[in-house]
């Protein structure tokens, strides 16, 4: 069966064919990292693992490198404003890079606990200025980038002659010149307000700042991506991924400037996540209405229910944050759970074989992970309801559930199992005394370490 993405230059899903035959190569855009991982970002990141994750369970080798944005990322979308980084370290009165470390820290504990897989390669901005440098001078050289009073800037206009500009965001460059014109504050030093910057002059006070042949400066945000996906994918490689919000002009201005440099537009298919609101809206700090992952998890969601949560919609459909949504989800896991554990006897194994294909068939289709966990859930519940499956049904719910990056059995060791084993039996053994005041009594205990524990025909069952 073929893999089929939305690729946003097309604007349709395409069978996926990689550059090199069983090998995929794909670049996300990764964290600005000055703050806590929220929901949005976790459902992008939770999505492009999934993609990864089935690519190697299709048996495709997979090298994903997914950034760390710590330089360039302005407060603001026209080259003015603050950088994001040192704005927020300068509030905490901390070094830009004692956040930084602080933040990838916290990123990380964060995206472990959703089964997030550490990409291949993280690569940090900062860790590549020299490339940058070389990638601008590229630029520079081939006609399409001019520097005033040591800033540097991308000419769209000239690039434009040469290549298509702006066919993500379906807008010809008429439109995104009167967009820019209304969306960015004028630059005097631009060409065209639409330009953008590579390199920027900076300020006195400005605390991030590299030597370069321009000037004592920073590079512009859209740099990093094309120089650090060509650095560890080359010219042109399979997949580039990231937020909608990308779609312009983050991510046609990475592909200008692959171009410009090399020749090559980068990747071959552009993927973009849709945004999750909370009660309609967008999130939003000021209003409020915003999550970050440590608090969910702070509260008590496991981060096996955070993830299932994540990818229960489709990741190019808009999907509303509840609470109630994260409950229903943790039901879910449990129910998985389940019939992961019951999965010890006989029966059942066309039905798994079943599921298996219908998995694959919903994953091929642009990665619909809203049908292949329904399609879990339904084995699950025949499991459930009949009592018992053979170790093979079983293995099936472990492995498809660990491609969409939920874990039905690690969270507990042996030597937990064992003592779980134990305190059940003794259970059992008062409630054949009918003495429930004991048998409630280890209930609840196991309960409150996090056991689901169950009455069945054989006695207490935990999972
Ligand atoms: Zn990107
Ligand atoms: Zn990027």
Redesign the pocket.
């Known amino acids: 069966m073929t893999l089929k993405l939305f690729n946003a230059l097309t604007r349709e899903k395409e069978d996926f064919k990689p550059v090199e035959e069983g090998k995929v190569s794909f670049?996300?855009?990764g964290q600005t990292i000055y703050d806590d991982l929220h929901i949005g970002n976790a459902r992008a990141y939770a999505a492009w693992d999934t993609l990864t994750r089935y690519l190697r369970w299709k048996g495709l080798k997979v090298r994903h490198v997914q950034n760390i944005t710590d330089v360039g990322h302005l407060t603001d979308d026209g080259d003015q404003g603050e950088d994001k980084v040192e704005k927020r370290a300068k509030e905490m009165g901390l070094e830009p890079m004692e956040l930084v470390e602080d933040q990838i820290q916290r990123y990380f504990e964060d995206t472990e606990a959703l089964n997030i897989q550490r990409q291949d390669i993280v690569p940090r901005a900062t860790g590549h200025i020299n490339e940058m440098i070389h990638y601008i001078d590229k630029i520079v050289e081939n006609g399409y980038g001019y520097e005033v009073d040591g800033n540097v800037y991308f000419d769209v206009e000239a690039f434009a002659e040469d290549y298509p500009y702006g066919e993500m965001a379906n807008k010809d460059l008429e439109q995104l010149k009167e967009e820019a014109q209304a969306r960015v504050e004028h630059d005097e030093d631009k060409r065209n307000q639409f330009d953008f910057a590579l390199w920027i002059n900076a300020d006195e006070g400005h605390l991030m700042k590299w030597e370069s042949p321009w000037s004592v400066g920073y590079p512009g945000w859209h740099l990093e991506?094309s120089v650090m996906?060509q650095k560890y994918l080359g010219d042109e490689f399979d997949i580039?991924?990231?937020g909608k919000d990308?779609i312009f002009p983050?991510?046609p201005n990475?592909r200008a400037q692959a171009f410009a440099a090399t020749g090559e537009g980068q990747a071959r298919y552009?993927l973009h996540n849709e945004f999750i609101t909370i009660s309609g809206e967008k999130m939003s700090k000021s209003k409020g209405n915003f999550y970050t992952v440590r608090e969910l998890l702070e509260e008590g969601f496991s981060g096996n229910a955070v993830r299932l949560y994540l990818i229960s919609s489709h990741y190019r459909s808009e999907t509303d944050f509840s609470i109630e949504g994260l409950e229903k989800a943790e039901k879910e896991l449990k129910k998985l759970r389940k019939a992961y554990k019951i999965s010890d006897g006989e029966g059942l194994e066309e039905k798994a074989e079943e599921t298996e294909r219908l998995f694959e068939e919903y994953m091929d289709d642009d990665l619909n992970t809203a049908k292949a966990k329904q399609a879990l859930l339904e084995l699950a519940g025949e499991v459930n309801s009949h009592g018992e499956a053979s170790e093979e049904v079983g293995e099936t719910l472990e492995q498809l559930s660990q491609v969409l990056g939920v874990d039905l059995s690690s969270s507990v060791n042996d030597s937990e199992k064992e003592m779980a084993d134990m305190l059940t039996d003794l259970r059992d053994e008062a409630r054949e005394r009918k003495d429930y005041e004991a048998s409630d009594f280890i209930r609840d205990r196991l309960e409150e370490l996090g056991f689901e524990v169950e009455d069945s025909e054989d006695g207490s069952l935990w999972y």
Do not use: I, L, R
């Open positions: 670049y996300s855009c991506c996906s580039h991924a990231g990308h983050h991510h990475e552009w």
